[in-house]
């Protein structure tokens, strides 16, 4: 059965699909902006949805993934992919 | 016909780009002929380590003398290809690590090198990103990197400054002796002509002296480098392993540059064309070894370059045997840290200038066999 | 998983790619299908993410049938395997749920699909605008539209599909902005005869749309998109039959909270190219295709490339393309005499023949036009990655970059995560434009692994110093 499950995404707490991908769970969660482009600082969205443009990366518990390529699953902390400090 | 050069240079890396820009700059109408785009070989896709860990003792002066150069670029070069000063350090995990580690600085430090034994916690206050398993450390305050992929840039915008003649997408197919000149031939175009010759072709420096009938067997080596995508600040200096086989550093971009030396598959004919993935693994395990938090980067590409070595590991760098006006320069172990210096050494023995360290007579390593035909050209 | 052998890995499991295991299985090809998605099914047949009630599409029905002819088949399908690299004679190294692994078979076959391409226009980058092929991805798998109100917007097909989607989705389409004109579509008309259902399902889009109300505007062009403090507000104009925008061309202007937009599709070549394969430049599609014999095989020996990958031709010459490439492997491997494979394929050929002509007039509809580049600002984004605009490409060009390998180096356009399969058309179809040269001489960017960005810890896993293989020491 599908199940709406709570996960955050920089600490605001969110509602999806399990079984979502972490992109289109963000989207109808309301959150679009994904990151900010390292040389611009542009804001960023999932752009492909298929794994090729890397523009929805987030961090996942830690780790750096592709939001499109990630499935949902219940209490995840998702973070923006933004990278910080670092030079044009 | 147009008029011949002053003298033309085949082979538009580090080598063959220095040696024709303080040539041009010194009044010579010069030709610099590549069968592709400059510094798109070894010079455009090397690490860009300036450190001495790893270069061959014997060459440390030279290095030392390319590592200014290229902090310098901005003024000499006139453009600044990323150069950038950093500590430099080679660790050790086990104890045969540190027994190389000691034995090798010792040996460097002779030569020149300001290397001098750390241990781990002061290694660990230079880098503070370091692995604390580390049981020994080696510290040399000259090292640093260059972005290698701007090199072409920054020299194709000097080389036309200074007036020379680039001729990029021009595969020279053999050369000719005629009249006091040299006719290079190049597919599909008119031969060109000039009074001089400078042959720079890297790896295939084999193929172009036997254009000339000389035989200089040339070994071909694949180094695999791995780049990561932007990460936050994990690292500050130029890292290795006293074995060599790591080579480590950040950009200012937040990528992070993993070489070594380990090895791909490829020739001197199709190029580095594949990487070997048990060889990748290896490679980036060494560097997560030595930076932990390297963990949580992504590979985003690797690639492959192809380096060249002589049969006694040391440069070719002067005029060749027999031939008169005719000169040689590559072979150059970490050439592109020593590259802007070496190019300057032989535009000096050409231009009849006392050049500030010798040069590397490639007459030692000609072989008495017949050379190499044309149907050998790459 | 370490090292498997096999006769035959087929990388990616979309309609060719099923075709082609399943095909090659059946003759006796001890065969693994390798897919990075959870399911089989590629663009068009792709897989619902969850078991929300949605819509029963054709598309879901045949993709159905075609996930369980697989399981009924004896291929080995393995899912959420992310391919990344292809070496030796083969050797095809993927990332999965398990870690790396690996898997060595003499036979390949690369049925990898299409990407999208998307001519950037100022706006391109902010976060509501998709491409076309992600609303598709959005529609078919999660059963919602990318807003509550999405301007549509590009060139080709997947306009009206992506559309008629959002409105049965409960969606609102804002207008749908086709580069083509009511002429150009017509002109289709006699290569699309052959395909009547295809026909008649357009008409009913057409239908569809009228009814909600939708606004269509052909021969116009998305010419920015800007972000409001509610939404984004998206500007087209008419523009010729070149794609130039027409001087004193009213502009209008629509609010919205997302666009999908997209100009086309190309085939993906990162494998092919990794491979040095021969490739060609199509100058009808405006792609780069492999070059291809009957029985699609590469220049390379044991490596093969059906559907898109090769050229998009649609999703019917896909899964005859598979079968074909299945046969042809079974030749090579002597599990079929070549009577016996001639008889098989001869019938398949006169079917493909037929879609293929259907899909190359969808092909040309899909092909971007010049005035599109030439209509990208200077301060324009055009690699994503990293920021590249056409000024900063335009002045390496300038300087001496020709090539589009040269380009990179100069200005880190293609050097970012995607490795330029975002920018990498863009940024050759403006260098040729720059030189007035052409796409053969700007080239395509180099080949290499990894085909995807690797996880550094998911490709390590967790070691030991003394679990490292060290090559002997460098010499002092
Ligand atoms: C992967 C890798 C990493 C390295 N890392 C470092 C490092 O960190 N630090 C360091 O100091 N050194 C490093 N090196 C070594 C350094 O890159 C080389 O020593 C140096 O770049 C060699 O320069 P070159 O001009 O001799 O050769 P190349 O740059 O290879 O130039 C030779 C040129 O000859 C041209 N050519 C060939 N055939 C023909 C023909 N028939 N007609 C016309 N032109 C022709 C080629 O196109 C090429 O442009 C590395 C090398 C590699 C491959
Ligand atoms: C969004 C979209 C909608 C389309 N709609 C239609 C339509 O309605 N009708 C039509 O005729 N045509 C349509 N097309 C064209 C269509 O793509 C093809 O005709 C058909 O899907 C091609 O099949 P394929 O097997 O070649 O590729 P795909 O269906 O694209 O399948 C390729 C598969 O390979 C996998 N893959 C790729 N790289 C790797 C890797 N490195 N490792 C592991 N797996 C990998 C992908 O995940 C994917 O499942 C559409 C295309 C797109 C992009
Ligand atoms: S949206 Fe393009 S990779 Fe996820």
Same mark, same amino acid.
């Given at each position: 059965m599908?199940?709406r499950?709570?996960?955050?995404?920089?600490g605001?707490?969110l509602t999806?699909?399990?079984?979502?991908n972490l992109?289109?769970a963000l989207?109808?969660?309301?959150?679009r902006?994904?990151?900010?482009?390292?040389?611009a600082?542009?804001?960023?969205g999932?752009?492909?949805?298929?794994?090729?443009c890397?523009?929805?990366?987030?961090w996942?518990?830690?780790?750096r993934?592709?939001a499109?390529r990630t499935?949902?699953?219940a209490g995840m902390?998702?973070?923006?992919?933004?990278i910080?400090?670092?030079?044009? | 016909?147009t008029?011949?050069?002053?003298v033309a240079?085949?082979?538009a890396?580090?080598?063959?780009?220095?040696?024709?820009?303080h040539?041009?700059?010194a009044?010579?109408?010069t030709?610099?002929?590549?069968?592709g785009?400059?510094c798109?070989e070894?010079?455009?896709?090397?690490?860009?380590?300036?450190?001495?860990?790893?270069?061959?003792?014997?060459? @440390?002066?030279y290095?030392?003398?390319?590592? %200014?150069?290229?902090l310098?670029?901005?003024?000499w070069l006139?453009?600044?290809a990323?150069?950038?000063?950093t500590?430099?350090?080679?660790?050790?995990f086990?104890?045969?690590?540190?027994d190389?580690?000691?034995h090798?600085a010792? &040996? +460097?430090?002779?030569e020149?090198?300001p290397i001098?034994?750390?241990?781990p916690?002061q290694?660990?206050?230079i880098?503070p990103g370091l692995?604390?398993d580390i049981?020994?450390a080696?510290?040399c305050?000259?090292?640093?990197?260059?972005?290698?992929?701007?090199?072409?840039?920054?020299?194709r915008r000097a080389?036309?400054a200074?007036?020379a003649t680039?001729m990029?997408?021009?595969?020279?197919?053999?050369i000719?002796?005629?009249?006091? %000149?040299?006719?290079? +031939?190049? &597919?599909?175009?008119?031969?060109?002509?000039a009074?001089?010759?400078?042959?720079?072709?890297?790896v295939?420096l084999?193929?172009?002296?036997g254009w000339?009938?000389?035989?200089?067997p040339v070994?071909?080596? @694949?180094?695999?480098?791995?780049?990561?995508?932007r990460?936050?600040p994990?690292?500050?200096s130029?890292?290795g392993?006293?074995?060599?086989?790591?080579?480590?550093? %950040?950009f200012?971009?937040g990528?992070?540059?993993?070489?070594g030396?380990?090895?791909?598959?490829?020739?001197?004919?199709?190029?580095?064309?594949?990487? @070997?993935?048990d060889n990748l693994i290896?490679?980036?395990?060494?560097?997560r070894?030595?930076?932990?938090?390297?963990a949580?980067g992504r590979?985003?590409?690797?690639?492959?370059?192809?380096e060249?070595e002589t049969?006694?590991?040391?440069?070719? @760098?002067g005029?060749?045997?027999?031939?008169?006006?005719?000169?040689?320069?590559?072979c150059v172990?970490?050439?592109?840290?020593?590259?802007?210096?070496?190019?300057?050494?032989?535009?000096d023995?050409?231009?009849?200038?006392?050049?500030?360290?010798?040069?590397?007579?490639?007459? +030692?390593?000609?072989?008495p066999q017949?050379?190499?035909?044309?149907?050998?050209?790459p | 998983?370490?090292?498997r052998?096999?006769?035959?890995?087929?990388?990616?499991a979309?309609?060719?790619?099923a075709a082609?295991?399943m095909?090659a299985a059946?003759l006796g090809?001890?065969?693994?299908?390798?897919?990075d998605?959870?399911?089989?099914?590629?663009?068009v047949?792709?897989?619902?993410a969850?078991?929300r009630?949605?819509?029963?599409?054709?598309?879901? !029905?045949?993709g159905?049938?075609?996930?369980?002819?697989l399981?009924g088949?004896s291929?080995q399908?393995?899912?959420?395997?992310?391919?990344?690299?292809v070496s030796g004679?083969?050797?095809?190294?993927v990332?999965?749920?398990q870690?790396?692994?690996?898997?060595?078979?003499p036979?390949?076959?690369v049925?990898?699909?299409?990407?999208?391409r998307?001519?950037?226009?100022p706006?391109?980058?902010?976060p509501?605008v998709?491409g076309?092929a992600?609303?598709?991805i959005?529609?078919?798998a999660?059963?919602?539209?990318?807003?509550?109100?999405t301007l549509?917007a590009?060139?080709?097909?997947l306009l009206?599909a992506?559309?008629v989607g959002?409105?049965k989705?409960g #969606?609102?389409?804002?207008a749908?902005?086709?580069?083509?004109?009511?002429?150009e579509?017509?002109?289709?008309?006699?290569a699309?005869?052959g395909?009547?259902?295809l026909?008649?399902?357009?008409a009913?889009?057409?239908?569809?749309?009228?009814?909600?109300?939708v606004?269509?505007?052909?021969?116009h062009a998305?010419a920015a998109?800007?972000?409001?403090?509610?939404?984004?507000?998206?500007?087209?104009q008419?523009?010729?039959?070149?794609?130039r925008?027409?001087?004193? #061309?009213a502009?209008?202007?629509?609010?919205?909270?997302?666009?999908?937009?997209?100009?086309g599709?190309i085939?993906s070549?990162d494998v092919?190219?990794?491979?040095?394969?021969?490739?060609?430049?199509?100058?009808?599609s405006?792609t780069?295709?492999?070059?291809l014999?009957?029985?699609f095989r590469?220049?390379?020996?044991g490596?093969?490339?059906?559907?898109?990958g090769?050229?998009?031709?649609?999703v019917?010459?896909?899964?005859?393309?598979?079968?074909?490439a299945?046969?042809a492997?079974?030749?090579d491997?002597?599990?079929l005499?070549?009577?016996?494979h001639d008889?098989r394929?001869?019938?398949?050929?006169?079917?493909?023949a037929r879609?293929? !002509?259907?899909?190359?007039?969808?092909a040309r509809?899909m092909?971007? !036009?010049?005035?599109q580049f030439a209509?990208?600002?200077?301060?324009a984004i055009v690699c994503?990655?990293e920021?590249?605009?056409?000024?900063?490409i335009?002045?390496a060009?300038?300087?001496?970059?020709?090539?589009?390998?040269?380009?990179k180096?100069?200005?880190?356009?293609?050097?970012g995560?995607?490795?330029g399969?975002?920018?990498?058309?863009?940024?050759?179809?403006?260098?040729?434009?720059?030189?007035a040269s052409d796409?053969?001489?700007? #080239?395509l960017f180099?080949?290499?692994?990894?085909?995807?960005?690797?996880?550094?810890?998911?490709?390590?896993?967790?070691?030991?110093?003394?679990?490292?293989?060290?090559?002997?020491p460098?010499?002092l």
């Amino acid at each position: 059965m599908p199940q709406r499950v709570d996960f955050s995404f920089d600490g605001v707490p969110l509602t999806g699909w399990a079984g979502d991908n972490l992109a289109a769970a963000l989207m109808q969660a309301g959150t679009r902006r994904l990151r900010d482009s390292p040389r611009a600082g542009q804001a960023r969205g999932a752009f492909c949805l298929m794994g090729s443009c890397q523009e929805c990366i987030v961090w996942v518990d830690g780790a750096r993934r592709e939001a499109c390529r990630t499935t949902l699953h219940a209490g995840m902390a998702i973070r923006s992919g933004t990278i910080a400090d670092v030079a044009v | 016909m147009t008029e011949a050069f002053d003298v033309a240079v085949v082979g538009a890396g580090v080598m063959g780009a220095t040696t024709a820009l303080h040539l041009a700059r010194a009044g010579m109408r010069t030709a610099l002929i590549d069968r592709g785009a400059i510094c798109r070989e070894a010079s455009g896709v090397n690490a860009g380590t300036l450190t001495l860990h790893m270069t061959r003792a014997v060459l @440390i002066p030279y290095a030392i003398r390319g590592r %200014q150069l290229w902090l310098d670029a901005p003024d000499w070069l006139g453009m600044d290809a990323g150069a950038r000063a950093t500590p430099g350090l080679s660790v050790a995990f086990t104890p045969a690590e540190r027994d190389m580690l000691e034995h090798r600085a010792a &040996a +460097r430090r002779a030569e020149g090198a300001p290397i001098e034994l750390v241990t781990p916690a002061q290694a660990r206050a230079i880098e503070p990103g370091l692995n604390g398993d580390i049981i020994a450390a080696a510290h040399c305050a000259l090292d640093g990197h260059v972005t290698a992929y701007l090199t072409g840039r920054a020299y194709r915008r000097a080389l036309v400054a200074a007036g020379a003649t680039l001729m990029e997408q021009h595969p020279v197919a053999g050369i000719d002796r005629a009249g006091g %000149q040299f006719a290079i +031939r190049v &597919a599909g175009q008119p031969a060109v002509r000039a009074r001089r010759l400078v042959l720079a072709g890297g790896v295939w420096l084999e193929a172009m002296l036997g254009w000339l009938g000389l035989h200089v067997p040339v070994k071909c080596l @694949i180094n695999q480098l791995v780049v990561t995508e932007r990460m936050r600040p994990v690292m500050r200096s130029v890292l290795g392993i006293a074995n060599g086989l790591l080579s480590l550093k %950040q950009f200012e971009n937040g990528t992070v540059l993993i070489g070594g030396g380990w090895q791909g598959i490829g020739d001197p004919a199709r190029g580095g064309v594949e990487a @070997i993935p048990d060889n990748l693994i290896g490679n980036v395990r060494l560097a997560r070894a030595a930076i932990p938090a390297l963990a949580e980067g992504r590979v985003a590409r690797i690639w492959l370059g192809l380096e060249s070595e002589t049969a006694d590991a040391l440069p070719m @760098i002067g005029p060749l045997p027999g031939i008169g006006d005719a000169y040689v320069i590559g072979c150059v172990h970490s050439g592109y840290t020593s590259g802007p210096f070496m190019g300057k050494l032989l535009a000096d023995h050409i231009l009849d200038r006392e050049p500030e360290l010798p040069l590397f007579d490639p007459a +030692r390593l000609v072989q008495p066999q017949r050379a190499a035909t044309l149907e050998k050209t790459p | 998983m370490n090292g498997r052998a096999t006769d035959l890995v087929v990388v990616g499991a979309g309609p060719a790619g099923a075709a082609a295991a399943m095909q090659a299985a059946a003759l006796g090809v001890r065969t693994v299908l390798l897919e990075d998605e959870a399911a089989a099914g590629g663009q068009v047949y792709r897989a619902p993410a969850t078991t929300r009630d949605m819509a029963r599409s054709p598309e879901r !029905r045949q993709g159905d049938a075609l996930r369980a002819a697989l399981a009924g088949s004896s291929v080995q399908v393995e899912h959420g395997q992310k391919v990344w690299s292809v070496s030796g004679q083969y050797r095809v190294d993927v990332l999965g749920p398990q870690g790396p692994g690996h898997w060595q078979a003499p036979a390949l076959i690369v049925a990898t699909g299409a990407l999208e391409r998307v001519v950037p226009f100022p706006g391109w980058t902010l976060p509501g605008v998709v491409g076309l092929a992600a609303a598709t991805i959005l529609l078919k798998a999660h059963g919602m539209a990318p807003g509550e109100r999405t301007l549509v917007a590009g060139a080709g097909p997947l306009l009206a599909a992506v559309a008629v989607g959002i409105v049965k989705a409960g #969606g609102k389409v804002a207008a749908v902005v086709d580069l083509a004109t009511p002429g150009e579509w017509a002109a289709c008309l006699p290569a699309m005869a052959g395909r009547p259902d295809l026909l008649a399902r357009g008409a009913g889009w057409l239908a569809r749309l009228r009814l909600a109300g939708v606004p269509i505007l052909t021969g116009h062009a998305l010419a920015a998109v800007a972000a409001t403090p509610d939404g984004l507000r998206a500007t087209v104009q008419p523009v010729d039959s070149l794609g130039r925008p027409i001087p004193g #061309g009213a502009a209008t202007s629509f609010e919205v909270d997302a666009v999908a937009v997209g100009h086309g599709l190309i085939p993906s070549t990162d494998v092919t190219r990794l491979l040095r394969v021969e490739h060609w430049f199509d100058p009808a599609s405006v792609t780069w295709r492999p070059a291809l014999d009957a029985g699609f095989r590469t220049t390379r020996a044991g490596v093969y490339v059906a559907g898109d990958g090769g050229g998009v031709l649609g999703v019917a010459a896909a899964g005859l393309q598979g079968r074909l490439a299945g046969l042809a492997v079974a030749l090579d491997l002597g599990r079929l005499s070549q009577v016996q494979h001639d008889a098989r394929a001869e019938k398949l050929r006169r079917k493909l023949a037929r879609a293929a !002509r259907f899909g190359a007039a969808m092909a040309r509809m899909m092909a971007p !036009r010049p005035g599109q580049f030439a209509a990208i600002p200077a301060d324009a984004i055009v690699c994503r990655c990293e920021d590249v605009t056409r000024a900063e490409i335009e002045e390496a060009a300038a300087e001496g970059a020709c090539e589009v390998n040269q380009l990179k180096a100069w200005t880190r356009c293609g050097m970012g995560p995607c490795q330029g399969r975002v920018c990498g058309d863009t940024a050759a179809a403006l260098l040729a434009q720059f030189h007035a040269s052409d796409r053969e001489t700007t #080239g395509l960017f180099t080949g290499r692994t990894p085909l995807r960005p690797l996880p550094l810890d998911q490709l390590t896993g967790e070691y030991g110093y003394a679990d490292i293989t060290l090559p002997p020491p460098a010499p002092l």
